[in-house]
């Protein structure tokens, strides 16, 4: 399991000397992320995908669970109240589970992709007057010996907290 930490620093030089301390510290380069305002160069660095910079995972998990939801809603009444002369099975329930739940997660996915992240509003005005954001997908026994390196040789970055899990794939 990983945390992901946020550090906020105020240019490009402190995000490439502190992801080169990581790199160190052996945190792999495709953990560490920044994001910045439109415009800025982040030579070296790793911008934030879509999966960061948007809802897009939540999405997926809502669209998924509500889907999933209707999905076998629809197989009930389609097993308890089929078109006459045809014999569904139980089957039919798992299917349209399975269905509503793929179409659920990939029309939530599209939609929340064009909707800011969230968890990063607190960071939009620190952005926006040019500082850098980074995001460290850590595993969860190095947390707090990341935050201290960190903390120790940069006290220019602010540690700006810690999301509790983070998924598996982005």
């Keep these: 399991m990983r945390r992901r930490l946020y550090f906020m620093v105020p240019d490009?030089?402190?995000?490439?000397?502190?992801?080169d301390e990581l790199l160190l510290a052996r945190i792999e380069d495709g953990h560490i992320h920044v994001m910045a305002r439109d415009g800025m160069s982040l030579d070296g660095l790793h911008?934030?995908?879509?999966?960061?910079?948007?809802?897009?995972?939540?999405?997926?998990?809502?669209?998924l669970a509500v889907g999933g939801g209707i999905?076998?809603?629809a197989g009930l009444v389609a097993v308890f109240f089929p078109p006459a002369g045809v014999d569904l099975q139980l089957v039919t329930?798992?299917?349209?589970?399975?269905?509503?739940?793929?179409?659920?997660?990939?029309?939530?996915?599209?939609?929340?992709?064009?909707?800011?992240?969230?968890?990063?509003?607190s960071?939009?005005?620190?952005?926006?007057?040019g500082h850098i954001?980074?995001?460290?997908d850590v595993p969860s026994g190095r947390v707090d010996e990341i935050k201290k390196?960190?903390?120790a040789h940069h006290p220019e970055a602010m540690s700006s907290g810690m999301e509790p899990t983070i998924p598996a794939f982005p």
């Design 12 to 19: 490009t030089r402190s995000a490439r000397q502190i992801r």
């Design 47 to 63: 911008e934030a995908s879509i999966l960061q910079k948007s809802d897009f995972v939540h999405g997926a998990e809502t669209g």
């Design 133 to 136: 954001l980074m995001m460290v």
């Design 149 to 151: 390196l960190v903390a």
């Design 71 to 73: 999905g076998i809603i």
């Design 123 to 129: 960071f939009e005005s620190a952005i926006a007057a």
């Design 93 to 121: 329930i798992l299917l349209t589970a399975l269905i509503g739940a793929a179409f659920g997660a990939w029309v939530a996915s599209m939609v929340a992709s064009s909707i800011p992240n969230s968890r990063l509003k």
